[in-house]
């Protein structure tokens, strides 16, 4: 069993970046593969990039390359995503999962406001 | 890129009796398909994997099939707490999620 906790709601201004964590309890941390998807309000879910710890090679869907960072740090067993020049368009709920492909386990949810 | 469109937009059914959900694939994406349940602010939730593969817990009530290009969600003797907005999603490369069925309880 994994167990996903997130860090906290963020408000940020445009043209600032955002920095959310996901610190997974139980699983071998190295080999999982762990996704960032995200969900504007009333949208779909978003499949942003994922990171297998093992190696730290991340990989990023097309629109968010050069735009998101993805990282993964053994010690404390917690992924990053961050984002930056948000615009209004990035406010959306941010989720952590894991899963090989598909994912069974998710965080609870980081929402992220980018507001002036 | 795979894009995948999933139809219809939004069924209503009544309770007791059987939805089905569809989702298309724009180029095959072989059985690396799974289906998530998401209820008003809460994380989705793993229902079907490897397109027919219940997950841990799901009841059997929900079954998945299709292969390729075409696939499909059914669920049986619907309950009110299956009110929820159903994803597709594919993992044959960089994944991706369909825009979702909103499943209405009459």
């Known amino acids: 069993q994994v167990q996903l906790v997130q860090s906290g709601a963020e408000v940020k201004k445009p043209g600032s970046s955002v920095k959310v964590s996901c610190k997974a309890s139980?699983?071998?941390?190295?080999?999982?593969?762990f996704s960032w998807v995200r969900q504007a309000p009333g949208l779909q879910l978003e499949w942003m990039g994922g990171i297998i710890p093992l190696g730290g090679i991340a990989l990023y869907a097309q629109k968010f390359q050069g735009r998101v960072t993805i990282t993964a740090d053994e010690s404390t067993r917690t992924t990053f995503m961050e984002v930056w020049s948000l615009t209004p368009d990035d406010t959306a709920v941010y989720y952590c999962?894991?899963?090989?492909?598909?994912?069974?386990?998710w965080g609870q949810g980081t929402q992220v406001s980018v507001s002036s | 890129e795979i894009v995948m469109t999933q139809s219809p937009a939004t069924l209503s059914v009544s309770p007791g009796e059987t939805a089905t959900l569809s989702c298309r694939a724009s180029?095959?994406?072989?059985?690396?398909l799974a289906w998530y349940q998401q209820k008003p602010g809460q994380a989705p939730r793993l229902l079907i994997y490897?397109?027919?593969t219940r997950a841990t817990g799901i009841p059997a009530r929900f079954s998945g099939s299709g292969s390729g290009t075409e696939f499909s969600l059914t669920i049986s003797s619907l309950q009110s707490d299956d009110l929820a907005v159903y994803y597709c999603?594919?993992?044959?490369?960089?994944?991706?999620f369909g825009q979702g069925t909103r499943l209405d309880i009459k």
């Open positions: 180029q095959s994406v072989s059985s690396k």
């Open positions: 999603q594919h993992y044959n490369g960089w994944p991706a």
């Open positions: 999962a894991v899963g090989d492909g598909y994912n069974p386990y």
């Open positions: 139980g699983g071998t941390f190295n080999s999982q593969a």
């Open positions: 490897d397109a027919s």
